[in-house]
């Protein structure tokens, strides 16, 4: 004993030195025990009560006190009525109040250690904590022991006190007592709740070199904080470790695995873990039937969670509110929203216990896939049922679905309601209502709402800033934008992608790319990576304003720095070049394109072709064109028009006709800019029988109306650069 001892307390008191190095206050606490060994200093406890305070006689054991007439029997009473529990916490202060009368003999500790467990299972951990104050200071006959400084250490642990968990611990040692694994369990669950992982793994680690006898709770309690912390794969080690040992995993070990498993989307691991649980004899509880369900329900697989529930009523349990709240949602994702409502109105037939989260739910289904009056008609349900009152939450859902429609008067009119009921609107609320403001297009009653919000002393965040910028942006009113984007700096808020996008979109409206520039070169410095929406912005404006060269640059810095690209993004360039009669560059960004993770797609390929056309490059426009099958893709009746021009532009109408049937054979019908280009290409060549063959095959698809004006009309149409319409 005394050697399983040693090791047992180096290694806590391992654990004890990391806390000792992050904090001083573990430390402070544990000088003022040593100064006062007789109990723990005041600044431990929170809602304390003084020392002498007095209760009322009202609790059962006051009434009947007469009727014990033996100190063993008072003892008895106390175990009986802590086992039963308290209803309210006065009847277990009246009862301790009692206890500290009994003083000839005095209640051992176990009395005392029975009312401070069934205290903090109410739970009231500060006042198990004041409690012992008292009981410290009314006899130093009474010691507490391990037992007492585990509750002691579990309420400290409860209310985010841990270094002062850790300061308890050091009392467990100077009163010579050996933390048991019950003590261990509960200072790393302590250090877990706290945010501290790394530390309660390295007190665990600290714990299996030295051989102390953790038990599967233990091993549960860091598996659980790994899968919270993404850290799956380390906590299948454990896991493995831990079967290696020979203990034993239970169902909540099992449930954390598959939780952490179901939040990184490894479904099929996820149920190999739960077959080999039913293989051990390990029955799946609620929590677990929930957990997969609520995995099912957000990856669209509804059918296999409606088979899950039930599995939970044969298995003889009561789904939980939040297993019903996940299956709703289920469907609402699923755009099954009329089955969601039929789902809830059998809950509500069947008086289920129907809490502000499921009607949340289905109201969020019901405004997102537009169906805001039914959502008006659950609120008003809401209102109606005393047990389950709207908060803000329900409103701003209802407000923003409202404002998405277009319908801000109704949205206002909620509004107004809603604070009428005393509900404070936050800043989600107000911003539902400044976006749907600005989408109609009323800026002065949007600053107005803003200018309402901060008068009531809410906040504004990024996202606020942001739909006022980005709208100013959109009507072209930049400056006002800037002057906005003044007071959210000045607000200590950065701006963010979004920021930067609109304000890079306005300017480039408003044809001042300089500014553009500049705000792209000011989101670098502030370490915001571009994405491909600017990207895409400023090279456009770029193009617009025919500055080709900085196009290209930032074209080729975009690749280099990994800044990625879009079908559209990859386009502009290439058309911008061509448009500017710089084929030969658009043939460079073309390979810079090809070799990269975005395919070029048939628009890319039909913006090079037009480009060779128009420069009389037909010989390398046929190449590109030739080139199309092979990466998959089919021309389209722009490409074919396109290489129609080419031919007829040189003369070469023999080739032209060979596409001209091409296209019909691989199933891409000609339209009329097909046919007029053909004709006139004829017509150029003074072959009026061919010219006619095909004007009559126009009048016979009916592209064609009138034969008499098709000469004059022919000779005479605008020029096409191929790209007539499908």
């Given at each position: 004993m005394t050697g399983r001892r040693t090791f047992s307390a180096a290694a806590l008191k391992q654990g004890r030195q990391i806390h000792h190095s992050t904090s001083t206050s573990s430390a402070a606490g544990t000088q003022q025990m040593e100064g006062n060994s007789s109990y723990l200093p005041s600044d431990l406890f929170t809602n304390s009560t003084s020392s002498n305070h007095g209760f009322n006689s009202t609790d059962e054991f006051i009434n009947n006190r007469?009727?014990?007439?033996?100190?063993?029997?008072?003892?008895?009473?106390?175990?009986?009525?802590?086992?039963?529990?308290?209803?309210?916490?006065?009847?277990?202060?009246?009862?301790?109040?009692?206890?500290?009368?009994?003083?000839?003999?005095?209640?051992?500790?176990?009395?005392?250690?029975?009312?401070?467990?069934?205290?903090?299972?109410?739970?009231?951990?500060?006042?198990?904590?004041?409690?012992?104050?008292?009981?410290?200071?009314?006899?130093?006959?009474?010691?507490?022991?391990?037992?007492?400084?585990?509750?002691?250490?579990?309420?400290?642990?409860?209310?985010?006190?841990?270094?002062?968990?850790?300061?308890?611990?050091?009392?467990?040692?100077?009163?010579?007592?050996?933390?048991?694994?019950?003590?261990i369990n509960t200072l790393l669950k302590g250090l877990c709740n706290d945010n501290k992982v790394s530390k309660a793994m390295e007190l665990f680690q600290n714990l299996q070199k030295t051989g102390y006898p953790l038990n599967v709770i233990s091993y549960s309690v860091i598996i659980d904080s790994l899968c919270r912390q993404g850290m799956?794969?380390?906590?299948?080690?454990?896991?493995?470790?831990?079967?290696?040992?020979?203990?034993?995993?239970?169902?909540?070990?099992?449930?954390?695995?598959?939780?952490?498993?179901?939040?990184?989307?490894?479904?099929?691991?996820?149920?190999?873990?739960?077959?080999?649980?039913?293989?051990?004899?390990?029955?799946?509880d609620v929590t677990i039937f929930n957990i997969l369900i609520d995995f099912l329900c957000n990856n669209g697989k509804v059918d296999l969670a409606f088979a899950v529930l039930g599995r939970i009523f044969r298995c003889g349990y009561e789904p939980l509110v939040q297993t019903l709240s996940s299956l709703l949602k289920g469907l609402c994702n699923d755009d099954n929203v009329s089955k969601a409502m039929e789902l809830f109105r059998k809950l509500q037939q069947t008086r289920y216990p129907l809490n502000v989260i499921t009607y949340g739910t289905v109201i969020t289904g019901l405004c997102n896939t537009g169906k805001v009056h039914m959502a008006l008609e659950l609120l008003e349900e809401m209102n109606e049922n005393r047990k389950c009152v709207p908060d803000v939450d329900k409103y701003t859902i209802i407000i923003g679905g409202l404002c998405k429609q277009g319908l801000v008067k109704d949205g206002l009119t909620l509004f107004s309601e809603m604070k009428k009921k005393g509900i404070s609107p936050d800043?989600?609320?107000?911003?539902?209502?400044?976006?749907?403001?600005?989408?109609?297009?009323?800026?002065?009653?949007?600053?107005?709402?803003?200018?309402?919000?901060?008068?009531?002393?809410?906040?504004?965040?990024?996202?606020?800033?942001?739909?006022?910028?980005?709208?100013?942006?959109?009507?072209?009113?930049?400056?006002?934008?800037?002057?906005?984007?003044?007071?959210?700096i000045c607000k200590g808020m950065e701006p963010d992608m979004f920021t930067f996008s609109s304000l890079i979109h306005g300017y480039c409206l408003v044809g001042n790319v300089d500014d553009a520039a500049k705000i792209f070169n000011v989101m670098i410095c502030m370490n915001c990576k571009p994405d491909v929406v600017i990207y895409?912005?400023?090279?456009?404006?770029?193009?617009?304003?025919?500055?080709?060269?900085?196009?290209?640059?930032?074209?080729?810095?975009?690749?280099?720095?990994?800044?990625g690209t879009s079908v559209l993004n990859q386009n502009l360039l290439p058309d911008g070049l061509c448009e500017d009669n710089h084929p030969g560059e658009a043939i460079k960004v073309f390979h810079v394109i090809d070799d990269g993770e975005l395919q070029p797609d048939i628009i890319t390929y039909n913006i090079l072709i037009d480009g060779m056309v128009r420069v009389g490059q037909l010989k390398v426009a046929k190449e590109i064109f030739n080139l199309i099958p092979a990466k998959g893709l089919e021309p389209n009746v722009i490409t074919y028009n396109t290489m129609i021009k080419g031919f007829c532009n040189e003369g070469m109408l023999g080739d032209a006709y060979q596409v001209f049937l091409q296209m019909e054979e691989k199933g891409c019908p000609p339209n009329e800019v097909t046919f007029k280009t053909l004709v006139k290409g004829y017509l150029q060549k003074k072959d009026d029988v061919m010219a006619m063959l095909l004007i009559d095959e126009m009048i016979n698809r009916?592209?064609?109306?009138?034969?008499?004006?098709?000469?004059?009309?022919?000779?005479?149409?605008?020029?096409?650069?191929?790209?007539?319409?499908g």
């Open positions: 007469n009727e014990v007439d033996s100190f063993s029997q008072f003892q008895r009473f106390i175990g009986h009525r802590c086992k039963l529990g308290f209803y309210k916490i006065e009847d277990a202060l009246n009862l301790f109040d009692q206890m500290l009368l009994q003083t000839k003999p005095s209640l051992p500790i176990l009395s005392y250690n029975q009312l401070f467990g069934a205290v903090s299972k109410m739970p009231h951990y500060s006042t198990v904590l004041t409690l012992y104050k008292r009981m410290t200071i009314a006899s130093l006959q009474i010691q507490p022991d391990l037992w007492t400084f585990t509750i002691l250490i579990n309420c400290l642990c409860r209310l985010n006190q841990i270094e002062f968990a850790f300061s308890v611990l050091g009392r467990i040692f100077r009163w010579g007592y050996e933390p048991n694994v019950v003590t799956v794969n380390d906590s299948l080690t454990l896991f493995s470790l831990m079967k290696k040992k020979r203990i034993v995993p239970n169902v909540v070990t099992y449930s954390c695995l598959i939780h952490g498993l179901c939040n990184l989307g490894h479904w099929d691991e996820a149920k190999a873990h739960l077959k080999e649980m039913q293989s051990c004899g390990i029955s799946p800043v989600v609320t107000y911003n539902s209502l400044i976006h749907g403001l600005c989408n109609v297009g009323q800026w002065d009653e949007a600053k107005a709402c803003f200018e309402e919000m901060l008068s009531c002393g809410i906040l504004p965040c990024v996202i606020t800033f942001n739909i006022l910028i980005d709208f100013l942006c959109k009507v072209r009113m930049v400056a006002k934008a800037r002057e906005v984007l003044g007071v959210m895409n912005t400023l090279i456009d404006g770029l193009c617009n304003i025919k500055c080709l060269k900085e196009a290209t640059r930032l074209f080729n810095e975009m690749h280099t720095n990994g800044g009916g592209l064609l109306l009138k034969k008499s004006s098709v000469p004059m009309s022919l000779l005479n149409m605008p020029k096409t650069d191929g790209h007539g319409s």
